[in-house]
């Protein structure tokens, strides 16, 4: 173990983006080689960012073709017997497709350029007793003729002539690739889809350095011991798949079919040291470099490697007991205490409590509403509002203050709203808006006023239908229009964010692409959502994936903050860091997710045939009104779309006995083999070393130095 990698390190090339062009930069001079020649292209030096185009690619995009998938081998010349014997059958022409995900090799028959133009052919399968039909989607044939052309920001163009481009950073510079920066040089290259791609040439520990942050983020799993297990995972993987994507070029992809690799800008100290640390280890099983399969969060209990990938039966992927990760997710939910607010209606019943809160924190507001307002307190809110909203604050006389009427005519007003009124309110619209004849002896502009806070929902009548526009105005009534006027202009500073973790009265926060760390100021205003509706809480419990809207004081600390109602589709964000979930999936979604692969026709049943060791759902029957097919492993997981397969299925059926809807309540978020990355964060805050760690989610692996073996 003492020995240190040599001098000479090994190169990874990882395919990054792909597309129809691409921006390339540096964060300094940089150049753009020939790399048959070395010759710069173009110009000697590059200072400015350049896009480069795939010039003759077909405008359509490339045509696709299905073909019917049989089945999957571990060799090359075991898929090429299935592939002769199916040909000879059924006569269908047959291909075999190297598969560098699952480093397989895949048979498949049939060419049809549409899904049911293989129908036939399913069913001569079927009737010859074949199981688990996929029907696969490839490029229909290579582009040609496609090569590179170079623009500057000024639309100056030099076609290059080249199908390939070597990047490389001048001293002490990074290249960029779409606005993210990558140490090692970039190539260029035109695909087989007539697209441009990107693939940097990087260091194998340089790579790991941005591979492991974007794995296990140290911000959120701040454990060095979990990090370490983390890098050697994943430099294991490196060593074993190594060339996976020779076809295109490249080693290794960026994205999570492989490994995560975020480039230069995710770097972290922690994870740093973690790569430092246990620089030239991989895992080895017989001298060889183990699977390094790693998931994300297993629900509990890992699952044998061949319960979800058939082809991977070994020895050292058994499932085993994850206890550390329970208590790993609790340890990142966090209670924040606050000040407690007491409930706070208006005259109607309405609850303004979280309109006040917002309007106290900004500092419109200094103490509770009164339930007679004067026109000296209105105009007090309106400066600091207008203030706040970069408006010009009121200067004229305070008029008397009556009524209802009289203060929203003057709210208006001060908030030079009252053109809104007066051009977006129509006469004849005042009766239908305001439904209550006692507003008629008003002034039009009073009544003008009423009807457009109205019409925007910030003012409410009674229960009677009434507005009591001739009564004492309530204070608290104005406070929903008070709030509606300063966001419009953002006067409140409201951010959103979505919770990354807590630190020491401190949260951290992912907002946008940045992550941030704010502090909290003393007793802040604190709001949770039953329902929809904002609720007032002295404690609110923050788990690590919520949505969270704040704003900061002067201090630059949190003085307000609830939680965002849940927002349709933003949900996978938070799932990724919880422990268990729910899905409903109606039968038509299942139906036209499962017949892209799988063509079963309408569902009838959904039946677990086994479980795995973890309680993993390892082969499951989908029976269809065509046909009934058996799909295993993690294709199951491919085929129903969920995010884990340790799942419970529910079925709600029609008074007809038809499948209307499913229900899947899992836990867990990946393939569930190998390390549980928050497992190994568990297990580090429990104290455990990473040799410990490592040793625990794969049996029996030895942990070797790479100058020591040869891979
Ligand atoms: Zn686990």
Redesign the pocket.
């Known amino acids: 173990m003492a020995k240190r990698v040599g001098h000479g390190e090994p190169l990874v090339r990882i395919g990054l983006d792909d597309g129809g062009s691409l921006e390339i930069g540096a964060s300094g001079p940089y150049r753009i080689l020939d790399p048959e020649t070395g010759r710069a292209v173009w110009q000697t030096s590059y200072e400015e960012p350049i896009q480069v185009v795939a010039d003759g690619a077909p405008a359509g995009g490339v045509a696709r073709v299905y073909r019917i998938q049989v089945g999957a081998f571990g060799s090359a010349a075991a898929a090429e017997r299935e592939r002769d014997r199916l040909r000879a059958a059924t006569g269908a022409p047959g291909v075999v497709r190297h598969d560098p995900d699952r480093g397989n090799w895949r048979v498949r028959l049939g060419e049809s350029s549409t899904r049911s133009g293989l129908n036939s052919l399913l069913e001569r399968l079927r009737t010859m007793g074949q199981q688990e039909l996929w029907i696969a989607e490839e490029a229909a044939a290579e582009v040609e003729g496609v090569d590179l052309r170079l623009v500057d920001s000024r639309w100056q163009s030099h076609s290059t002539g080249l199908t390939r481009l070597a990047v490389v950073p001048g001293p002490r510079s990074r290249i960029r690739i779409n606005g993210k920066s990558y140490r090692g040089i970039v190539e260029l290259r035109v695909t087989s889809f007539g697209t441009v791609r990107a693939i940097n040439w990087v260091e194998i520990e340089s790579y790991l350095l941005g591979v492991v942050p974007a794995e296990l983020g140290p911000e959120v799993w701040p454990r060095i011991e979990a990090l370490k297990a983390q890098a050697v995972a994943a430099r294991t993987y490196v060593w074993r798949n190594k060339g996976q994507f020779l076809d295109e070029g490249y080693d290794l992809c960026a994205t999570p079919r492989c490994q995560v690799y975020a480039g230069a800008d995710a770097e972290h100290p922690l994870s740093d040291r973690a790569v430092r640390e246990t620089a030239g280890q991989i895992l080895v099983w017989e001298g060889r470099p183990i699977i390094a399969l790693y998931?994300a969060?297993?629900?509990?209990?890992?699952e044998d490697g061949k319960g979800i990938f058939p082809e991977h039966d070994e020895p050292y992927l058994k499932g085993v007991p994850?206890r550390?990760?329970e208590a790993a997710m609790a340890s990142l939910r966090a209670t924040i205490a606050g000040r407690s607010i007491p409930k706070l209606v208006d005259a109607t019943g309405k609850d303004v409590t979280r309109d006040w809160a917002l309007l106290a924190a900004a500092g419109v507001l200094s103490a509770r509403p009164p339930e007679r307002l004067n026109g000296s307190l209105l105009r007090e809110w309106t400066r600091v509002l207008a203030r706040l909203s970069g408006l010009t604050p009121a200067e004229s006389r305070v008029p008397e203050v009556v009524t209802l009427g009289d203060a929203a005519e003057m709210l208006l007003a001060d908030l030079g709203w009252a053109q809104r009124a007066e051009l977006l309110i129509d006469t004849p619209d005042l009766p239908a808006l305001l439904r209550d004849s006692g507003v008629e002896d008003l002034p039009e502009s009073q009544q003008r006023a009423l009807a457009y806070l109205a019409s925007v929902e910030r003012l409410q009548p009674f229960a009677d239908g009434k507005f009591g526009a001739t009564q004492a105005p309530d204070g608290a009534r104005f406070l929903p229009a008070l709030v509606h006027m300063g966001e419009t202009y953002k006067a409140f500073g409201l951010r959103s964010a979505m919770v990354a973790g807590m630190g020491a009265n401190s949260l951290r926060l992912f907002e946008r692409k940045n992550e941030i760390r704010l502090p909290f100021a003393d007793e802040p205003l604190l709001f949770a959502r039953t329902s929809g509706v904002p609720v007032a809480v002295s404690r609110l419990e923050i788990w690590p994936g919520d949505r969270v809207r704040f704003r900061t004081n002067l201090a630059g600390k949190i003085d307000f903050l609830e939680i965002e109602p849940p927002v349709k589709g933003a949900s996978d964000d938070r799932s990724s860091t919880v422990y268990s979930w729910s899905v409903r999936k109606t039968r038509r979604q299942l139906e036209a997710t499962i017949n892209q692969r799988i063509s079963v026709g309408k569902i009838k049943d959904l039946e677990v045939v086994h479980r795995g060791v973890s309680g993993r759902i390892i082969e499951l029957r989908v029976i269809g009104s065509k046909a009934t097919e058996t799909v295993r492993g993690f294709s199951i997981r491919t085929l129903l779309d969920l995010r884990e397969i340790l799942a419970v299925i529910e079925i709600q059926r029609d008074g007809k006995g038809e499948i209307e809807a499913v229900v899947f309540t899992g836990k867990?978020w990946g393939h569930g083999v190998g390390l549980?990355?928050?497992?190994a964060y568990?297990m580090a805050v429990r104290g455990a070393g990473y040799r410990e760690i490592l040793a625990h989610y794969y049996r029996g692996a030895e942990l070797s130095q790479l100058s020591d073996t040869a891979p």
């Open positions: 998931t969060t297993c629900g509990g209990h890992t994850c550390a990760e867990g549980c990355q928050v497992g568990g």
